[in-house]
C-alpha cells in the first residue's frame, strides 16, 4: 500500500510541472524557424514556378548560352541608354540571368534576362518571396538597426537547445545506431507509440542534418556577438582603385575603351583554371577594376578577381590560397546551413532532412505535450484529494502502568 504524497511534494511535483510547460513557447518557435528555413531552401524554385519571368526559357532545343559580352549587347540593343553594372549567373540552368542596370534617369533596378535571347523578362521586386522566407527564417523579419537586430539573436540562440537536444538525445537512447539497421515504426499501437517511434527514428537518420543546423546556427549568434563587437577574422583587401597613371586617355580627353566581360572572365580563368564563373561587375567609372567572381574545386566558398580594364591585369584577387584555416571554417557556415552550393540536388536533400526536422520537433512536442498534461491533471487530482482529506486525530498515549488496587 503505497504512502500518501505529502503537500511538499506535492508542490514540488506542481512546481515541475510549471516549468514544463513554461518550455512549451521556445520548441514552438524551435518549429516555426524550422518550417520557414525548411521553405526557405526551396524559395527561389517556388519564385520559378509562379513566375515565369525568371525562367531561362529556350527559344528552340539546341540554343546555345549567350556569353556576358553577348547579353550586354542585346540589352545595349533593346534600350542603348541603359548602363549594365552587374551579370548574375545563378548556378540552375533553368533561372534567367539576373542583370543590374542603370537608367539615364538614375534609377538603378536589377532585371531578369534571358540567357539565350538576351531579352529583359522582368523587373526583380526589392523584396520577394525568397527574401521573405530567409527574413522570416533568419531574424523573424525584425529590422536591423546600426547593423543590430535582436530577431537575429532571438533565432540563431536556438541554435544552443537544438545541439543540446541532439547531444542529450543520443545519451538517453541507448545503442542508437541500431534504428540504422533495424529502424521500428510502428503503425498499429496508438498514437502515443507511433509518434515515439517516428521521433527516434528520424532523429537516427538526421543526426548528421541537425549536427550541421545546430552548429552552423550556433555559429551565427556568435558572429553576431563578433560583429557588434567589430571584431572580424576577415582578411578582405581594401577594394582596387586604378590609378591615373594606369588610366589611359585618349587624345580628345575620354578614356580609352575598356576590355569587355568576355576577355576579362579569360584572363581570371587562366589565373583560375576551372573557375564557374557566376558573375561579372562592370567599371562604375574610369578608375573602377571589372571584378570576376565563381567557384572552383571548393564549392562552399567563391573565389574573385578584380582586374584592371585597360591592360588586363590583376590588380586584386580573394582566392581560396588567399584564406587561412579559421576562413576556411567561417565562410562555409552558410552555404551549409542553407544548402545553397551544389545545385537543385542539395537543395532537394536540405529540404527533405528540414522536413524530417521539422516533423521530428513537432512530435516531441506532441508527446511532451501529452505526458506533461496528463502529469498534471493527475498532479491536480491528487492536490484536490489531499485538501479534501480530514486532518488525522492525534494519538493518545496509553497508560501501560498497573493500575492501583484499593483494598
Not at 36 to 42: E, H, Q
Not at 315 to 334: G, W
Amino acid at each position: 500500500m503505497s504512502k500518501p504524497s505529502t503537500p511538499k511534494k506535492s508542490r514540488s511535483r506542481l512546481w515541475f510541472l510549471v516549468h514544463s510547460w513554461l518550455a512549451l513557447p521556445i520548441w514552438f518557435f524551435v518549429l516555426i524557424v524550422c518550417v520557414t528555413g525548411t521553405l526557405a531552401v526551396i524559395s527561389q524554385e517556388i519564385v520559378w514556378l509562379a513566375n515565369p519571368e525568371i525562367r531561362a526559357s529556350k527559344p528552340f532545343d539546341d540554343a546555345p548560352l549567350l556569353s556576358f559580352d553577348q547579353v550586354i549587347a542585346a540589352i545595349a540593343k533593346s534600350d542603348p541608354e541603359v548602363i549594365v553594372q552587374q551579370i548574375i549567373r545563378p548556378d540552375e540552368a533553368h533561372f534567367a540571368l539576373r542583370a543590374d542596370i542603370n537608367y539615364p534617369d538614375g534609377r538603378s533596378v536589377i532585371v531578369y534576362v534571358n540567357p539565350y535571347t538576351g531579352v529583359i523578362q522582368g523587373i526583380s521586386p526589392q523584396f520577394d518571396f525568397k527574401q521573405f522566407t530567409r527574413a522570416l527564417h533568419g531574424w523573424w523579419l525584425v529590422p536591423f538597426v546600426n547593423g543590430y537586430s535582436w530577431g537575429w539573436y532571438l533565432v540563431s540562440l536556438l541554435g544552443l537547445p537544438l545541439l543540446a537536444s541532439l547531444v542529450t538525445g543520443l545519451v538517453v537512447y541507448k545503442r542508437f545506431w541500431k534504428g540504422f539497421f533495424k529502424p521500428t515504426l510502428r503503425f498499429n499501437h496508438g498514437a502515443r507509440i507511433f509518434w515515439g517511434d517516428f521521433h527516434r527514428l528520424s532523429g537516427i537518420w538526421s543526426i548528421w542534418f541537425i549536427a550541421v543546423i545546430s552548429i552552423t546556427g550556433t555559429w551565427f549568434l556568435i558572429q553576431a556577438i563578433l560583429a557588434d563587437n567589430q571584431i572580424s577574422f576577415a582578411s578582405r583587401p581594401i577594394p582596387a582603385i586604378i590609378s591615373h597613371d594606369s588610366a589611359p586617355l585618349m587624345p580628345d580627353g575620354r578614356p580609352a575603351p575598356m576590355l569587355g566581360a568576355d576577355e576579362a572572365l579569360r584572363i581570371a580563368q587562366q589565373r583560375v583554371p576551372g573557375l564557374d564563373s557566376s558573375f561579372v561587375s562592370l567599371p562604375g567609372n574610369a578608375f573602377s577594376p571589372i571584378e570576376v567572381g565563381g567557384r572552383s574545386g571548393y564549392p562552399l566558398m567563391y573565389q574573385t578577381l578584380q582586374i584592371n580594364p585597360y591592360n588586363g591585369e590583376i590588380e586584386q584577387s580573394r582566392l581560396l590560397s588567399d584564406r587561412n584555416k579559421l576562413e576556411f571554417v567561417t565562410e562555409s557556415m552558410r552555404p551549409l546551413h542553407t544548402g545553397d552550393f551544389g545545385g537543385l540536388w542539395i537543395k532537394l536533400i536540405w529540404f527533405f532532412f528540414g522536413l524530417v526536422l521539422s516533423m521530428m520537433v513537432l512530435s516531441g512536442l506532441l508527446i511532451w505535450t501529452k505526458r506533461t498534461a496528463l502529469a498534471t491533471a493527475q498532479a491536480l487530482k491528487r492536490s484536490a484529494k489531499t485538501e479534501r482529506a480530514p486532518a488525522p486525530k492525534a494519538k493518545t498515549a496509553r497508560n501501560t502502568e498497573t493500575p492501583e488496587v484499593t483494598p
